[in-house]
């Protein structure tokens, strides 16, 4: 590929060590022209469901280039490290589904190659740190323009790791969806497709079905239902009150005008609501 100027970042690094500032420093060593955009790094720690989740919903609006991923809670271990083509850039990181949501957004995988080529990573690879030893490098080398095949042997892109699909599926009233991601504002992420709410009335009501956390238990009143508006933003509800909608990502969310709806309904990632007529 030609040299890109652009490289991004999305991990679950956090910010209180060293582990970004290092990933910058190689890209800034071996590729000092490329302009680096953080994503965010801080995707719950091992959450690759939610890095895919953010990854995907953002690359589309980022400038072509490679864009690293580092959510590995297999680092170390027999997993692989990949690099993807896809017609709207290349995507750098482990092969545990993490990319795939992303590759797809961005037109699908053209070519898939496992991160083998010794010449191409840090000279002494640490068993625990592949985002600066190993994708940070493969990612400064094809932003120079180097060809994503001299990275390593090529892969069946069919036989990469993909995460479980999330549980989505039409009730005689109205729809079932797992939680897919809770954002900083509170706002609770579905899996389902914003066309899902057409045809459901102006009243809806929102029921926590089922917990993907052993450990957590819906509040009394989001097992019962919560009836919340149906509408097409934030305002359309009365102040501390639900709003369904569809969101900036096309899928549906539940929000709670001025307030938080994961705190009203006490859900978490992978458990399962339903929305149905009020």
Known sequence: MAPTAWISLTTDYGLADGFVAACHGVLARLAPAARVIDVTHLVPPADVRR????LAQTVPHLPEGVHVAVVDPGVGTARR?????????????????????????????TAAVE????????????????????????AARL?????????GPALDPGALVRLPAPVVRRTADGFAAEVLTLDHFGNVQLAA?????????????????GLGAPDAAPRPEAAAGVLAVRGRTFG???LGELVVYPDSAGLVA????????????????GDVLTVTHG
């Open 51 to 54: 890095g895919a989740a953010v």
């Open 81 to 109: 490290g990949i690099g993807l083509a896809t017609p709207g850039g290349l995507l750098v990181g482990p092969d545990n589904g993490l990319l795939l949501d992303a590759a797809a957004a961005l037109g699908g995988i």
């Open 115 to 138: 991160l083998a080529n010794p010449d191409w990573l840090a000279p002494a690879v640490s068993r625990t740190f592949h985002g600066r030893d190993v994708f940070a490098p493969v």
């Open 143 to 151: 932003a120079l323009g180097a060809p994503l095949a001299d990275a």
């Open 193 to 209: 497709p914003g066309d899902l709410l057409d045809g459901l009335p102006a009243r809806v009501r929102v029921a926590s079905e």
């Open 236 to 238: 359309d509800a009365p």
């Open 254 to 269: 539940v929000a709670v005008n001025t307030g938080r709806a994961v705190d009203r309904l006490g859900v978490r990632p």
